[in-house]
């Protein structure tokens, strides 16, 4: 058969088909497969009928039509189906031969893999994919990594296919080495956990603390999809909320409150914890998400405690703005933490993030894009080794203008019991961060007290580490200072 595909895709679920498209539309012969078979045909015979895609009914028919460096793009699930398919096709390729995984996968399984399929003579491209369904169809945020002489061959078909911004740049560019790719992909999933959860407190607090309807509320969200927050989640919120049920009232309001989570956010916070950085916006939204899964037990504990009057006294129009600018301020703190994730991830892993190019793939086709991002992207351009994005002057200035009714929004919701961890955690982090002194001398010394772990004084040089023996019953030996 003659090798005419320009590129192959395994895995005709609806993210697989939809790059598919986007990529036919774009002018590229697209081979696929699928590993129950008919439903190549029904592909082929339906959605791809007419178009220059050519259904194979093996791994080998796939590799035999396509152009050499062959580019075969797996969209399987994440885990071992993967580890499968990269063993079916290493037979079937030839040395520089390129294989791609789509999926939601862990980065250490893609530095695995990068180096596991490097060893056999081929090239490896893990490559987050955002966007949902229809970013696939019509433009996708993409944001690979792997092996850097694969970019080469992939680059003209992943920035024909991806998101565009208005001046034309594709949302996509090479992000680094081995898992680098998924590793930004998982933090994009971590940071819209965070966003997620922040609209949701801002909802609660409106529903409950100011008594308004889905159609107020929509009106809200739809007006803060004109300024500053504007983005894709804020958009569909508004959208959500003026969504009515078959019966005509609000559909909201008939989903059950429990969340279901896929494990990027988790997979996030677990490596922030490896890392020691503290992306506590996201570690709460996540544990939000576990609460939220109690349903039963939330439920029978609602009968055991009594819930203070949720209503917010004073003018509703000012809370309303009160909780747009505590939501504002959350969010510089949730992209803060995590930029400082990636920027300790890039260090420990020995990968060269572009921070500003990040925000930049992050700005159109994906699940987080905003206009918040275009200003993250301006902060790495006025400094590119910008270290802590609240440092920046636009974050700052934005942070200070916000303060006040962050404090107000986040007291008051405390006091009229409703729940606001990622809002009330951010504020935390903000005061923690901007604090010369914090408590930890006293920690230090409770762990000197007990465990003779040793501390450092104010009055000497960092370094140097100090034993006391708090008790008069203790002896001088002390047990070492290492930290992980
Ligand atoms: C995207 C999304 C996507 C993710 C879903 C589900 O960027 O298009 O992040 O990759 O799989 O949002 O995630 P949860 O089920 O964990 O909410």
């Known amino acids: 058969m ?3 595909a320009d590129i192959g895709l395994i895995g005709l679920a609806v993210m697989g088909e939809n790059l598919i498209l986007n990529m036919e539309g774009k002018g590229f012969t697209v081979a696929c497969y699928n590993r129950t078979v008919s439903k190549v045909d029904e592909f082929i ?8 895609i050519i259904g194979c009914h093996s791994i080998q028919e796939l590799a035999s039509v396509l152009k050499r460096p062959r580019i075969v793009m797996m969209m399987v699930k994440a885990g071992q189906p993967v580890d499968d398919l990269i063993e079916q096709l290493l037979p079937v390729l030839e040395d520089g031969d390129i294989i791609i995984d789509g999926g939601n996968s862990l980065f250490e399984d893609t530095i695995r893999r990068t180096k596991y399929v490097e060893s056999k003579g081929k090239l490896y491209i893990g490559t987050g994919v955002s966007g949902g369904e229809e970013g696939a169809l019509l433009g996708p945020s993409l944001m690979p990594g792997g092996s850097p002489a694969a970019w080469l061959h992939v680059k003209p078909i992943f920035q024909a296919i991806a998101a565009k911004l208005d001046d034309g740049t594709p949302c996509c560019d090479w992000v680094g080495e081995g898992g680098a790719g998924h590793y930004v992909k998982m933090t994009h999933n971590g940071i819209e ?18 008594s308004m309807t889905p159609d107020q509320m929509h009106q809200v969200f739809k007006e803060w999809n004109e300024g500053e927050l504007k983005s894709y989640l804020i958009e569909i919120t508004a959208d959500i909320l003026a969504k009515k049920d078959e019966d005509g009232q609000p559909l909201v309001d008939k989903i059950l409150d429990t969340a279901g989570q896929k494990g990027t956010g988790k997979w996030t916070v677990i490596s922030s914890q490896e890392l ?24 029978d504990a609602s009968r055991h405690f009594p819930r203070p009057d949720p209503r917010f006294p004073g003018n509703k129009q000012q809370w309303i703005q009160d909780i747009r600018n505590a939501l504002y301020a959350s969010k ?3 992209y803060t933490q995590g930029y400082m994730l990636m920027r300790a991830a890039a260090q420990h892993y020995g990968w060269n993030l572009n921070y500003g190019g990040i925000a930049q793939i992050w700005r159109g086709g994906c699940i987080i894009r905003s206009v918040f991002l275009g200003q993250i992207k301006k902060a790495f351009d006025r400094k590119p080794d910008l270290s802590c994005l609240l440092l920046d002057s636009f974050f700052n200035k934005a942070v200070r203008r916000c303060v006040r009714s962050w404090r107000k929004v986040v007291s008051t919701a405390q006091r009229k019991g409703i729940p606001v961890p990622a809002l009330s955690t ?5 005061d923690a961060y901007r604090s010369a002194w914090l408590p930890a001398n006293l920690l230090q010394a409770q762990r000197d007290y007990f465990g003779a772990h040793m501390y450092e004084r104010v009055d000497r040089p960092r370094g140097q580490f100090f034993h006391t023996n708090w008790t008069g019953r203790g002896g001088t030996t002390a047990s070492g200072t290492y930290t992980v």
């Open 2 to 4: 003659n090798a005419s």
């Open 426 to 430: 951010a504020l935390a982090f903000y």
């Open 332 to 334: 510089i703190i949730s």
């Open 193 to 210: 956990y965070g966003d997620m959860q922040l609209i949701c407190e801002a909802y609660h607090i409106m529903k409950e603390g100011l």
């Open 276 to 299: 020691g950085i503290p992306i506590t916006l996201i570690a709460e939204a996540v544990y939000s998400r576990c609460v939220s899964a109690m349903k039963d037990q939330r439920v």
């Open 45 to 52: 015979n339906g959605r791809g009928k007419g178009k220059k």
